[in-house]
Each structure stands twice: as C-alpha cells, then as structure tokens.
C-alpha cells in the first residue's frame, strides 16, 4: 500500500473515489445524458475558470481557512479531471497518462531523493531548473531560458525567468546591489518623465522598476504576487476606513479636502495591525 506524508498510509478507498470522480466526468459529458453546459466546453473555454480556481486556492492558503482549502482544491482537481476528459474524447491522453507524467517528472526532478545522487540543500534550486530546461528541450545546451513559459501572469513570468538566470549564476550574491540597482532603474524613470512625447519609454523604465521590485522580492525570500495581494487587501481595508469615516461626517471623498483625506489614512494605517 502507498505511504501517505500525512496518515502513514493511503486509505483503501482513495482508489475507488478518484474512479468515482472520473466517472462522475464522464457522466457529465455524456452527448446523450450529460451537462449541456459541460458539453459545450472545450479545453479554450475551460482554462480560464482553471486559473480562478487556482487562485481561490491561493487566496483559501492566504486566509488560513483550511475548510475552504479543502473545497477549492476539490474544485482545482476537478478542472484536472475535466481537461483530461477532453483530452481523453480526443484520444490524445488520458487521466492516468497524467498520473503517470508528472510521477516519473517527480522522480526525475528529485534525483537526491530517488537516487544516489547527492545534491546539497542550496543547490537544489539550481537543479531543479536545470532539469527542466533538459526536459523542454532533450538537450544540455539549451538557451537558460528555454524553459520559461511565457503564457502566465506577467508577475510571475519575471519571477520565473530571474530564477532560471540565477541557477547559472547570472544574479546578485548579495542584497545591497540589488537595492543599488531598484534605485538606478527609479533615477532612470524620473529622467524620462521629464521630457515630452516619451510615452514610451516611461513605459520601458518603468517595466525595469517592477523588474527590479520583483528580482528584489526574490533576494528577501518574499513572493511578490502574496506581497502585493497583501498590500492591496491592506489598502482596500483602510480605503473602507476613510469611506466609512466620511459616510459619518456626511461627506463624500470628493468632498474632503486633502488634510482630512490624510488624517483618516493616518487613523486608517494605526487600526492596520499588520503592518505600515
């Protein structure tokens, strides 16, 4: 029987639910008797809802609400399910050929631990992106970042391309020259915005400023896409702060001047517990 991390051992029923599931899909997409909303889907249709999923998933693990973790995964697993059952009425792959693929990537990825090969502890990161450039490519000598996909959230997208960089040592040992390098990219912005009809590159510096941001997050060990989804969470709490405030004065945002504006975002920013 597999071991499972968490019970020891997998439960004998676990088998029985995932066919259950599968089959439940199948229902679904029955022509005769399925789902004619689940009929009229196909993998484009589908994979937008996939990503919302993926971030209710995100945003369950963020609020520490394990209830909700346990229903948004079943959700996310679900989408799993559900391009496979496309893939599958395709003859292309089915559920268990993604079983299968990402069990053997797994193995492959973990080489210290399903293998004799000894890696230590810092350089596993460097592994790891190096044997998913192998993987995209079936070759050594591969471009760094060959392996980066570019269809995902332009945030995250950066993220992935520095870390790639870095596995080769293109990077920053230390964190004082990345601070170094934010403020040459900001001094860079503030000189293109004073000059006329230089749209674009206000645009161009000011995508090395969030580059920057980003390539600094990482030096932190802080993940910039929970850091900003924080910062925003924190605003839109203190922004009902000051509407709230004003809704009692009898005033509209509009109508404020901006000494009472700051005022309130000062009371707003001290009821903020984590953090300035």
């Not at 991390?5 to 199948?26: D, F, R, Y």
């Not at 001094?187 to 000011?206: A, C, T, W």
């Not at 404020?256 to 920013?269: G, M, R, V």
Request: hydrophobic residues 40%.
């Amino acid at each position: 029987m597999q071991k499972n991390m968490t019970q020891g051992v997998i439960a004998p029923s676990t088998n029985t639910k995932v066919t259950e599931l599968l089959q439940l899909m199948a229902q679904l997409r029955d022509p005769d008797k399925g789902c004619p909303w689940d009929l009229a889907q196909d993998f484009e249709s589908i994979a937008p809802y996939t990503l919302e999923e993926a971030y209710e998933v995100a945003e369950a693990i963020e609020n520490k609400d394990m209830p909700s973790l346990q229903d948004e995964l079943g959700d996310l697993l679900y989408h799993v399910i559900f391009h496979a059952r496309l893939a599958e009425e395709q003859q292309l792959f089915s559920f268990a050929d993604v079983v299968n693929s990402i069990s053997n990537k797994l193995i492959r990825r973990h080489p210290h631990v399903f293998s004799s090969l000894d890696i230590d502890a810092d350089q596993l990161e460097k592994q790891w992106e190096t044997q998913k450039r192998q993987e995209r490519v079936g070759s050594e000598k591969a471009g760094v970042l060959s392996s980066v996909n570019s269809k995902q959230p332009a945030l995250n997208h950066a993220l992935k391309i520095q870390k790639a960089a870095s596995s080769v040592g293109f990077d920053w040992t230390e964190v004082a020259p990345v601070f170094d390098k934010l403020d040459e990219e900001i001094d860079e912005l503030k000189q293109e915005i004073g000059l006329d009809n230089n749209q674009q590159r206000i645009e161009e510096e000011l995508g090395d400023v969030l580059f920057s941001c980003i390539n600094l997050s990482r030096h932190l060990r802080v993940n910039p896409d929970g850091a900003l989804r924080k910062a925003s969470s924190r605003f839109s709490t203190r922004f009902s702060y000051v509407e709230k405030a004003l809704n009692g004065l009898d005033l509209s945002i509009d109508e404020a001047t901006d000494a009472l504006l700051e005022k309130l975002w000062l009371e707003a920013k001290e009821k903020t517990a984590d953090g300035p």
